[in-house]
């Protein structure tokens, strides 16, 4: 047969799938509704409808949103079942904007960075006064890590009647930074309105009473409570991290005890951009400054203040040595 012979009918057709290429238009999803993740557990993701806590649906990320994280705190869009009920499950569709993250790397020569929480107003670091006794190198390089989140840092101190809370304290004075107590017997009275109205995250080592701390806020949670081994370490009692609503208004979220607090993600100029009167100074430091003065940066502009500021700058370079640490701790 020439080829002049040939017409349509000669071509043959290939049974089943047909040809058509698939699109890549995706669906907006107008009508998502939005909701807050309070918990994440292997590939399934806890969250609130309009952030009310009676109206919890579980729920799976959707194939076009490829291995974009999502984290506890994140501002989700639900198409699908949204009914809550046992056995099924919605999509996330998107992420919204972070408007403050708390990230931590596993050491200081990780450059793999971990979002732990999305979105929080608050950071408040438990801290209890002995057994097991305070470290300042945790505190440090948590206040380190909500300077440079968008965080307000909040220093809570347990176990009052184990030890005095004021010369802790007073290592952190010059600092940004809310100190309160909340011992096992003391009233949460000075704590509560600190935490109303917002999302706050609670970090701590494993021992310190962040726990019973939770109990007391969240009667229903339920969290378990771990005994202080003899070496100064407890177990790590929480192993995931979960939002909790609080009475009234607010949320608070509780994290695993940490063993390390990496920083390797953060710059020194991360850290002072938190400090306003601080942040403007640097502006004429010279490049590549790390702000640490002599003799390792002897032109740093933080030099030329005094008055208040100096101490400032004091509290502030202790958080930059911290930086510099290879102690995770």
């Known amino acids: 047969m020439s080829s002049r012979d040939y017409d349509e ?10 040809s058509r290429p698939r699109t890549k238009i995706r669906p907006d999803h107008a009508d998502a509704q939005e909701a807050m993740v309070v918990s994440v557990d292997r590939g399934r993701w806890g969250c609130v409808l309009g952030r009310d806590p009676t109206r919890r649906v579980t729920a799976m ?12 705190g994140d501002n989700v869009g639900l198409v699908g079942d949204l009914s809550g009920r046992p056995d099924t499950l919605a999509r996330i569709v998107r992420r919204g904007e972070r408007r403050t993250v708390l990230r931590r790397t596993a050491d200081d020569t990780d450059p793999t960075e971990r979002v732990i929480v999305a979105n929080a107003d608050q950071l408040m670091v438990v801290v209890s006064l002995a057994d097991p006794p305070p470290r300042t190198g945790l505190v440090e390089r948590a206040l380190i890590a909500a300077y440079a989140g968008g965080l307000e840092p ?14 802790f304290a007073a290592q952190f004075a010059d600092l940004d930074l809310t100190i ?11 704590l509560i309105p600190l935490l109303t109205d ?15 701390l939770v109990n007391r806020l969240v009667p229903e949670a339920h969290r ?3 005994e202080v081994s003899g070496v100064g370490k407890g177990r790590h009692t929480s192993t995931q991290s979960v939002a909790l609503p609080l009475e009234g208004s607010g949320w608070i979220i509780d994290t695993p005890g940490i063993r390390s607090f990496g920083l390797a993600h953060i710059e020194p100029d991360d850290v002072l951009l938190a400090f306003s009167d601080l942040a403007e100074a640097i ?8 702000h640490l003065g002599p003799p390792a940066d002897p032109e740093c502009a933080l030099d030329t203040l005094s008055g208040p500021a100096a101490g400032r700058v004091a509290a502030a370079r202790r958080l930059l040595t911290a930086l510099a640490s290879a102690d995770t701790y």
């Open 198 to 212: 917002k999302v706050t995250v609670l970090l701590g080592h494993s021992g310190v009473g962040k726990s019973t």
């Open 9 to 18: 009918s000669d071509v043959r057709i290939r049974p089943g799938r047909g």
């Open 180 to 190: 309160t107590t909340a011992g096992r017997d003391d009233p949460l009275d000075a």
């Open 154 to 167: 909040i220093l809570c101190l347990t176990k009052t009647d184990l030890a005095p809370a004021e010369p």
């Open 224 to 226: 378990a409570i771990g």
């Open 283 to 290: 502006k004429d430091c010279p490049r590549g400054c790390g």
């Open 61 to 72: 990320r959707a194939r076009e949103l490829g291995r974009t994280p999502i984290v506890v």
